[in-house]
Nanobody, 121 residues
Framework: QVQLVESGGGLVQAGGSLRLSCAASGSIFSINPMGWYRQAPGKQRELVAD???????NYADSVKGRFTISRDNAKNTVYLQMNSLKPEDTAVYYC???????????????WGQGTQVTVSS
């Protein structure tokens, strides 16, 4: 099993910044990609950004230029630096990782418990 533990959410004013962290632990053979999703009240969960072990990134159009995803492969940790936050960024942010727990094993999606990000206007 793989466990994902998130930290760094909170309340911030519009224009402010927050940094989210997510550390993966457990029986890990490989993790690729790692990323962040978010879900606002009454809306579907959506991809915010993800990153491969090689450093290739993918961002939602709504966060390009404001959010930066990064990853420490040695620590199995992914970060999301969020700048110029807007009230519409308010959501529960979930860490996600596609991981194998053994060689040639199936790749499975794991989720963190979620962390609340609230941006006040």
């Amino acid at each position: 099993q793989v466990q994902l533990v998130e930290s760094g959410g909170g309340l911030v004013q519009a224009g402010g910044s927050l940094r989210l962290s997510c550390a993966a632990s457990g029986s890990i053979f490989s993790i690729n990609p790692m990323g962040w999703y978010r879900q606002a009240p009454g809306k579907q969960r959506e991809l915010v950004a993800d990153i491969t072990s090689g450093g290739s990134t993918n961002y939602a159009d709504s966060v390009k230029g404001r959010f930066t995803i990064s990853r420490d492969n040695a620590k199995n940790t992914v970060y999301l630096q969020m700048n110029s936050l807007k009230p519409e960024d308010t959501a529960v942010y979930y860490c996600a990782a596609d991981a194998r727990t053994r060689v040639a094993g199936p790749r499975m999606r794991y989720w963190g418990q979620g962390t609340q990000v609230t941006v006040s206007s």
